[in-house]
């Protein structure tokens, strides 16, 4: 076993992109924490740190550490699929850094102006006050120009190298993923329009192209973790690509029951919304069952048990847990309560951050030249403790929401008295404490991901000598 460094710039691009996502993935989980325990205490940092600004920085750390995960596994599987160091490096490293910085400075100014007017000043510098979007207009546009030098990167190393199924599809996702990004950057005064656009970045950016990046991640992790057949990864890439791009754009469409669109979108996005994770669990059955056919190994288990998670964590958090509420005839009642909130945690957790996981413990596995890397003790308990935690609260969240859907929406016609009476009832505020005692046990899981990350390389340099 030797331990080695990384052949290519860009895997050493790649490790600082997930040294940053881990960290935001870390402040994530601290705000969420905040945030879940205002809504048991809301006297707590009360007129300090207010809980929609706990709640605003928790949701965007979400999103944009697992952006940095994805370009940085992205970064780190393009030299092994096209077989030369990819082009631009200079320029993806500056992007990084732009980047970085004006992450920094966006989240604090969100925690430092918490209040304020909304002028047209406060859009381009402050916040432009759309819920998942609510980046300044400068932040936008600088976001914008990193992910240009992202895709030229990419673009132009898979034109110059070898070309496979995995880099093209790759290629294919990010216009989708730059363009439909657009969609978010202008306003109407319309209030249907705005929240139609709004929509396609929502949901469109994250539940068709993000869908897509991750399938691509997945099908290079099964080849070098399982040594999967690329024919056969390769072939339900294409029927992930086909599916998401169909069903993730008319999946769209059970977002439509509040703007004012045709009746017909309600039933047509209900049930294509449920056909997005389909092809991943597909994939991996398919390889589980090739790699026992011809008697194959693991060389990575602690990422082959994060795929194992994701692709179950997607079927259930994206399709099930979505699927249970996003019908017009339950909707009506869900909508906007816990029930959102629930299948939230548990889709983002199941489709993505497993697959970034497993990623990091991938790069981290070839970047020390470790030939088979065993689960430990910690490992096993990190995904363990993340998976029930996120897992407990989905269940909690869910009760929570029926209660609303049945006593405030239901019995009292979504009326005042009966919000306060749903918000006042045993089950729901049963389910907010458990909300918040499995949010610890997510954090103490992520602890224990990290120290095992921190220490593999010097486990791997022991058992070397």
């Known amino acids: 076993m030797s331990i080695a460094t990384p052949k290519y710039l860009s895997q050493s691009l790649a490790m600082k992109y997930f040294f940053v996502a881990v960290v935001l993935f870390g402040a994530q989980l601290v705000m969420g924490l ?19 600004t706990a709640r605003m920085v928790h949701i965007n750390a979400l999103v944009v550490w697992m952006l940095y995960a994805m370009i940085g596994s992205a970064y780190w599987m393009l030299p092994e699929e096209t ?5 631009g490096i200079k320029l993806g490293t500056l992007g990084f850094y732009i980047l970085t910085l004006a992450v920094t400075i966006v989240v604090g100014v969100y925690i430092l ?22 980046a300044p207009r400068w932040a936008d546009i600088g976001i914008t120009v990193v992910v240009l030098i992202f895709v030229y990167n990419v673009f132009a190393t898979v034109m110059k190298g070898k070309r496979t199924g995995i880099t093209t599809v790759l290629m294919a996702d990010l216009i989708a993923l730059a363009g439909l990004y657009l969609a978010g950057m202008f306003y109407t005064s319309n209030i249907t329009m705005d929240q139609f656009w ?19 991640l997945i099908a290079y992790g099964l080849i070098k973790v399982m040594h999967a057949n690329r024919q056969i990864v390769e072939m339900w890439l294409w029927i992930e690509v086909t599916m998401l791009f169909g069903s993730g754009i008319l999946g769209m469409g059970h977002h439509y029951f509040w703007i004012g669109t045709p009746e017909y979108w309600w039933e047509i996005g209900a049930l294509f919304s449920a056909l997005e994770p389909v092809p991943l669990v597909g994939m991996l059955v398919h390889v589980i069952y090739d790699m026992g056919k011809h008697n194959g190994k693991v060389n990575n288990g602690p990422a082959f048990s994060w795929f194992i998670v994701n692709a179950f964590g997607n079927f259930l958090g994206a399709g099930v847990w979505g699927f249970m509420h996003t019908l017009p005839q339950i909707n009506i009642y869900t909508h906007g309560s816990q029930f959102t909130a629930g299948h939230g945690h548990l889709a983002f957790y199941g489709a993505y951050a497993t697959i970034l996981i497993g990623m990091m413990y991938v790069a981290i596995q070839r970047r020390n030249g470790i030939e088979e890397m065993r689960s430990t003790a910690t490992s096993k308990w990190a995904v363990s403790l993340i998976t029930i935690g996120v897992l407990g609260m989905t269940v909690a969240l869910t009760l929570s929401g029926y209660v609303q859907a049945f006593v405030e929406r239901a019995e009292y016609g979504a009326t005042w008295d009966g919000y306060f009476i749903a918000q006042g009832a ?24 990290v120290k095992d990350l921190l220490t593999i390389a010097k486990r791997s340099k022991a058992l070397a000598n």
Not at 34 to 40: N, P, T
């Open 426 to 449: 045993t089950w729901f505020t049963q389910g907010i404490d458990w909300r918040l005692a499995m949010g610890v046990v997510t954090f103490l899981g992520f602890l224990l991901l």
């Open 198 to 216: 709004w929509w396609w970045v929502i949901h469109l950016w994250v539940e068709a192209t993000w869908e897509v990046f991750v399938g691509v």
């Open 113 to 134: 102006v918490q209040v304020g007017p909304g002028t047209e000043a406060s859009i381009w510098l402050i916040n432009e006050g759309r819920e998942y979007l609510e």
């Open 34 to 52: 905040i945030a879940a325990y205002q809504f048991v205490n809301p006297e707590f940092l009360f007129n300090v740190f207010n809980f929609s």
């Open 83 to 87: 077989g030369i160091e990819t082009v």
